[in-house]
Nanobody, 122 residues
């Protein structure tokens, strides 16, 4: 069973930055792609970013491209989401996700963390 625990959320002013972390356990972390999603109040969950098992390929939603960076440290079983130039519309619960079986993009994510709240004030 894969276990994902996010951390690093909080309250930040517009224009600020945050780094989210997701610690994974339960299987060989380095074998699977990882991703970040978010869900704002009253909205559906949406894709934010994904990273291949090696970290060599990254993918972003248009809304965050150029402002967010996804990375991973396979030695620490952790994936990160660095967020810069935050906007009030980035306010959401951010979820870490793990691919269920090794594949190619677009990945199929079968495991989810509990989420961490990010609030951007104007």
């Amino acid at each position: 069973q894969v276990h994902l625990v996010e951390s690093g959320g909080g309250l930040v002013q517009a224009g600020g930055s945050l780094r989210l972390s997701c610690a994974a356990s339960g299987r060989t972390f380095s074998s699977y792609a990882m991703g970040w999603f978010r869900q704002a109040p009253g909205k559906e969950r949406e894709f934010v970013a994904a990273i291949s098992w090696s970290g060599g390929s990254t993918y972003y939603a248009d809304s965050v491209k150029g402002r967010f960076t996804i990375s991973r440290d396979n030695a620490k079983n952790t994936v990160y989401l660095r967020m810069y130039s935050l906007k009030p519309e980035d306010t959401a619960v951010y979820y870490c996700a793990a691919e269920g079986a090794g594949g190619s993009y677009p990945y199929k994510f079968d495991y989810w963390g509990q989420g961490t709240q990010v609030t951007v004030s104007s």
